[in-house]
Every structure is written in structure tokens, then in C-alpha cells.
């Protein structure tokens, strides 16, 4: 079995994004840079800085063009944003991400609630933009979302991941991240989500997105891993949760995940001590301890 687990690791932050996007208290685009900037000091070599969606629906990211143009970047680093239709990516193309993001999900009722529309129809609106991206040498990634259980439908069977990977390949999506919305999964339940998208998509395209909400993202990253699965997001302080999935907490601590890898000698390019810093920066501002058992234990041990 470990014979397969992958000898390096790419994270992409989504705290940025996906992180603050929850936050009810504003936080100012400075914030929001410095804290890209300290993930980037790291060793994060792809963030998810925000996304190109209302602002009537998500406040929280209205400050999109003032922080990726904020961004002293660095070579080697990919930013990447979120665009659910074209009005949105022809803002988004202003400000150079490196790759979009459209997000569909695994179930009815969750796209419903999350972007206005069906899935049919969602795949209808990302086609152009994925087109136009392409065409603009961007590269694009597709989020699924609730591809283990929704707050609405409950369970998802895995042949409804599969539909949706096949649909997402089939307008050009170039890679896809198997979110796990509302924390649900547990291992086994994650593989076979992995499994149905793994019909479509090779396994360097595959990422796992694991909010921790019911405690199992490590064990599901684990269970990931074991499927040759290298490539994942997490977010700085476990920062997080999706507006339209009331009662999801945030994704698996990037400082967990990284502690984890590095205890399993995977290879991640992340220097834990500065992202425990970006970790606490970020904290500090909300006003909280960080959301990650790793962070709080090292935190405590460099105190004493
Ligand atoms: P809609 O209301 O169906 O769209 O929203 P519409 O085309 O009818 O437009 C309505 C209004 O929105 C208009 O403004 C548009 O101009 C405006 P008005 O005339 O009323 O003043 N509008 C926009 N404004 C800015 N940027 C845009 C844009 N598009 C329309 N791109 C829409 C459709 C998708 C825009 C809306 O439902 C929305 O913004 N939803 C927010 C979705 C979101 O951000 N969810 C959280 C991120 S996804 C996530 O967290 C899951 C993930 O992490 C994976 C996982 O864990 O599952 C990725
Ligand atoms: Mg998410």
C-alpha cells in the first residue's frame, strides 16, 4: 500500500479565498496581501487569492482587484481565482491570475443554492469561460463541490462525481478538485469519490479539497495519498467554511497537513515555522487562535 503514497506534495492555500470568504467581519485587501505574502514566504508555491463572484452574495471577496493587484509577485508562485461565469472572468482577466477556477457540484440542490442554477445549466455558463481563459493562456481548474455528501441531498453517490468530471472534461477543464463541502467523508467514502474522478481526469490532475468539519480531512488526505493522489488545498489556520453550506467549517489546516507529510518524509517545499507565522498573522487579526492543532501545539512549545 505505501508503496504507492507519492514521495512530494503540492499544496495550494485557499485560505485567501476560501478561507476568508465566510469571515462576517470585513478584512481590508492589506490584510489579505500580507497574508499572501506570507504564505508566499513560505514556500506556498499556489494560492487561491479570491474570487470574481456578486458581491451582493459574498461581501467578502468584493475587494478582489484591489488584492491581486496588491500582490508583489513572486516567480514560481501560481495565483489562482475563482470565476462561476464570464462576467466574472473578464474581471478576472485584468488582474493576470494564473488559472481560474470554475465550481460546479456533485449535487442539484447545492448548486442551486451555491451559483443560481442547475448543473446543466452551470456546465452551459463555465463553458465559455473556460474557453476564453484557454484562449488567454490561463489555465483552468474545476472545483466539485459536495462530491461525498450535501447538506441538502445528503449522501452523493459516487456515479454522480463521475457525471460531473465527465462534464467538466468535456468543456476543457484541465484539472479538478474532489471537495469534500461539508466535511463528511471518511476514507473509503473519499476514494470512491477520487475513483469516479479518476475515470476522467489522470491522477497529477486530481486534487483533494477536505473541509475538517466532522474531524476526518487528515485521515481523508491520508486515504488520498494512498491512491497516488499529490496534490491537495488546505487552508492557513484552517481558516473557513462556504456560505452556502451552513454549519461547514473550515478546510484542513495547511500547518496539519504539512506537519503530517513532513512526518511521512513527503516533500512539500513549505517551511512550517514561517507558515505557522502566516498561520498566527491571520489569527491574530481575527482575533482567534489559530484553527490547527499543529499551529497551537507549536506556538505553545516556542512560548515555553
Ligand atoms: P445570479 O444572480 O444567478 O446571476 O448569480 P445573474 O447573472 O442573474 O446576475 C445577478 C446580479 O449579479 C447582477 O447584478 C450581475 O451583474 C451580478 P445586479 O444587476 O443585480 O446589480 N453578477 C456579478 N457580479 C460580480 N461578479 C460576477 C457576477 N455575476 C453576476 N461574476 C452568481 C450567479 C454565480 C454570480 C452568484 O450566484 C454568486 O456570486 N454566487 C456566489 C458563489 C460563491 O462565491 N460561493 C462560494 C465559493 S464556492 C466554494 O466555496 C466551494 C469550494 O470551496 C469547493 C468546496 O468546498 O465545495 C470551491
Ligand atoms: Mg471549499
Same mark, same amino acid.
Given at each position: 500500500?505505501?508503496?504507492?503514497?507519492?514521495?512530494?506534495?503540492?499544496?495550494?492555500?485557499?485560505?485567501?479565498?476560501?478561507?476568508?470568504?465566510?469571515?462576517?467581519?470585513?478584512?481590508?485587501?492589506?490584510?489579505?496581501?500580507?497574508?499572501?505574502?506570507?504564505? @508566499?514566504?513560505?514556500?506556498?508555491?499556489?494560492?487561491?487569492?479570491?474570487?470574481?463572484?456578486?458581491?451582493?452574495?459574498?461581501?467578502?471577496? %468584493?475587494?478582489?482587484?484591489?488584492?491581486?493587484?496588491?500582490?508583489? +509577485? @513572486?516567480?514560481?508562485?501560481?495565483?489562482?481565482? #475563482?470565476?462561476?461565469?464570464?462576467?466574472?472572468?473578464?474581471?478576472?482577466?485584468?488582474?493576470?491570475?494564473?488559472?481560474?477556477?470554475?465550481?460546479?457540484?456533485?449535487?442539484? $440542490?447545492?448548486?442551486?443554492?451555491?451559483?443560481?442554477?442547475?448543473?446543466?445549466?452551470?456546465?452551459?455558463?463555465?463553458?465559455?469561460?473556460?474557453?476564453?481563459?484557454?484562449?488567454?493562456?490561463?489555465?483552468?481548474?474545476?472545483?466539485?463541490?459536495?462530491?461525498?455528501?450535501?447538506?441538502?441531498? %445528503?449522501?452523493?453517490?459516487?456515479?454522480?462525481?463521475?457525471?460531473?468530471?465527465?462534464?467538466?472534461?468535456?468543456?476543457?477543464? @484541465?484539472?479538478?478538485?474532489?471537495?469534500?463541502?461539508?466535511?463528511?467523508?471518511?476514507? +473509503?467514502?473519499?476514494?470512491?469519490?477520487?475513483?469516479?474522478? #479518476?475515470?476522467?481526469?489522470?491522477?497529477?490532475?486530481?486534487?483533494?479539497?477536505?473541509?475538517?468539519?466532522?474531524?476526518?480531512? #487528515?485521515?481523508?488526505?491520508?486515504? $488520498?495519498?494512498?491512491?497516488?493522489?499529490?496534490?491537495? @488545498?488546505?487552508?492557513?489556520?484552517?481558516? %473557513?467554511?462556504?456560505?452556502?453550506?451552513?454549519?461547514?467549517?473550515?478546510?484542513?489546516?495547511?500547518?496539519?497537513?504539512?506537519?503530517?507529510?513532513?512526518?511521512?518524509?513527503?516533500?512539500?517545499?513549505?517551511?512550517?515555522?514561517?507558515?505557522?507565522?502566516?498561520?498566527?498573522?491571520?489569527? %491574530?487579526?481575527?482575533?482567534?487562535?489559530?484553527?490547527? +492543532?499543529?499551529?497551537?501545539?507549536? #506556538?505553545?512549545? +516556542?512560548?515555553?
Amino acid at each position: 500500500m505505501t508503496s504507492s503514497i507519492p514521495s512530494r506534495v503540492r499544496l495550494i492555500d485557499v485560505g485567501p479565498r476560501d478561507g476568508l470568504q465566510n469571515e462576517k467581519t470585513p478584512v481590508p485587501a492589506a490584510v489579505k496581501v500580507e497574508l499572501v505574502h506570507r504564505l @508566499q514566504q513560505a514556500g506556498l508555491q499556489e494560492i487561491e487569492v479570491t474570487s470574481y463572484v456578486s458581491p451582493k452574495w459574498v461581501p467578502q471577496m %468584493g475587494d478582489n482587484h484591489e488584492v491581486m493587484s496588491g500582490i508583489a +509577485r @513572486q516567480p514560481g508562485v501560481a495565483y489562482s481565482v #475563482l470565476t462561476p461565469n464570464l462576467k466574472g472572468f473578464e474581471a478576472a482577466v485584468l488582474d493576470k491570475p494564473d488559472e481560474i477556477v470554475v465550481f460546479g457540484s456533485a449535487s442539484e $440542490a447545492f448548486s442551486q443554492r451555491n451559483i443560481n442554477c442547475s448543473i446543466a445549466e452551470s456546465i452551459e455558463r463555465f463553458a465559455p469561460v473556460v474557453q476564453a481563459a484557454l484562449a488567454a493562456g490561463i489555465r483552468v481548474r474545476g472545483a466539485m463541490s459536495c462530491t461525498v455528501g450535501c447538506p441538502y441531498e %445528503g449522501d452523493i453517490a459516487p456515479e454522480r462525481v463521475a457525471y460531473l468530471a465527465g462534464l467538466l472534461k468535456g468543456i476543457g477543464v @484541465q484539472r479538478v478538485d474532489v471537495a469534500d463541502t461539508i466535511g463528511v467523508g471518511t476514507p +473509503r467514502k473519499v476514494q470512491r469519490a477520487l475513483e469516479a474522478t #479518476l475515470q476522467h481526469f489522470g491522477i497529477d490532475e486530481v486534487s483533494g479539497h477536505f473541509h475538517d468539519t466532522y474531524g476526518q480531512a #487528515l485521515s481523508n488526505t491520508l486515504a $488520498a495519498l494512498e491512491l497516488g493522489v499529490w496534490n491537495f @488545498q488546505s487552508s492557513v489556520a484552517g481558516l %473557513g467554511g462556504c456560505p452556502y453550506a451552513k454549519g461547514a467549517t473550515g478546510n484542513v489546516a495547511t500547518e496539519d497537513v504539512v506537519y503530517m507529510l513532513h512526518g511521512m518524509d513527503i516533500d512539500t517545499g513549505i517551511d512550517l515555522d514561517r507558515l505557522i507565522d502566516a498561520g498566527a498573522y491571520i489569527s %491574530g487579526f481575527l482575533d482567534r487562535k489559530p484553527n490547527s +492543532r499543529v499551529a497551537n501545539a507549536l #506556538l505553545t512549545k +516556542r512560548a515555553g
